[in-house]
């Protein structure tokens, strides 16, 4: 007749003259009474919930708007309890008419809401220190350059093929990650392959340039962190991501990584200001790049690459045309 907490429990016999009532303990918490099923699909017997009096202080029935009595009347009908302490309910199964049947199963079902996850403490970036991080690039010509956090490695002021990247965290805080691939110019097994702090992401004097990145903080102590990502494609303006997960690349995914700088920012400081544009450039919505003519008759440095295609250093600060 009864079925107690994640348990049925059939009971009754088929023909009852009188009410069967049964006593059924319950715990704390937010619980669904379901009316399952009956013997007697074409007149089933009424089910009654009540709240033992002595419990009545810690345990409520919660109704449909619709009805004003802890009656279940068919089987697929159910209420909700509410119990603040463990108690007890009063369950009645009773005839639709004089001599009907009593066989009922009604479930009683703990309501969850799952296990809430530990709190995990916002940890400023004072907490964390920086001075240990290092990025290792591998530059066309110069071979392995080691940076620190907000370093350029090339850069607008010496921009050059970057051909692969490698961070490295001496001590980093536990539980605290950074997930990084980079995507090459031609197809390549290295092409896209996800690695951690203290792998290598790229080649070595293959002359593949790196034409995107994507970066991620992974690990519980990532939370209050954030990743500031800053590269110069080339023939391109500068670009600047922020966010737990960032990936870059230039306008058409084709351009080369000339210059590549990372740091940890606290995420919960306000977004860095827009790149400033260059003396004299006038502001729009849209972006322009302009080719000389000359560019296309003659071999040209990637310096003067940079120059030509609006990404230039006014001595103090990198800048990029609009």
């Known amino acids: ?90 369950v009645e199964v009773i005839p639709a008419d004089a001599g009907g049947s009593t066989a009922a199963t009604v479930r009683i079902e703990t309501l969850s809401q799952g296990t809430a996850e530990n709190a ?44 692969g990247i490698s961070i490295d965290w001496p001590r980093k805080p536990e539980d605290l ?8 110019a031609r197809p390549h097994a290295a092409s896209g392959r996800l690695t951690k702090i203290g792998g290598y992401a790229g080649t070595r004097g293959r002359a593949l340039p790196i034409v995107g990145i994507t970066l991620e903080l992974a690990g519980r102590r990532a939370r209050g962190l954030q990743l500031s990502g800053e590269a110069a494609f080339l023939g391109a303006p500068l670009t600047r991501v922020t966010g737990k997960k960032v990936a870059i690349s230039g306008p058409t995914g084709r351009e080369p990584l000339v210059g590549f700088r990372l740091r940890l920012d606290d995420s919960s400081a306000p977004l860095q200001p827009e790149l ?36 230039v250093s006014d001595g103090k600060r990198d800048v990029a045309a609009v």
């Open 1 to 90: 007749m009864f079925a107690g907490v994640g348990q049925t429990v059939n009971g009754g016999q088929s023909m009852q003259r009188v009410k069967q009532t049964k006593t059924v303990e319950v715990e704390r918490g937010l619980l669904l009474v379901r009316y399952a099923t009956a013997e007697d699909t074409s007149r089933p017997p009424r089910v009654s919930i009540m709240v033992n009096p002595r419990f009545r202080k810690d345990i409520e029935l919660v109704l449909s708007p619709d009805h004003q009595e802890a009656v279940l009347w068919q089987p697929g009908s159910c209420l909700v309890v509410y119990a603040a302490k463990p108690g007890e309910l009063l």
């Open 177 to 184: 990650d950074i997930l990084y691939s980079v995507k090459l």
């Open 276 to 311: 400033p544009t260059a003396a004299g450039a006038k502001s729009s919505a849209r972006v322009r790049v302009f080719r000389p003519s000359a560019a296309r008759t003659r071999l040209r440095s990637t310096m003067e690459s940079f120059l030509d295609y609006g990404i």
């Open 120 to 163: 995990v403490e916002q940890y400023p970036l004072d907490d964390v220190d920086l001075s240990r991080l290092g990025i290792l690039g591998h530059v066309a010509g110069l071979g392995d350059v080691v940076v620190r956090e907000d370093e350029w490695i090339a850069g607008p002021n010496a921009p050059a093929r970057i051909e």
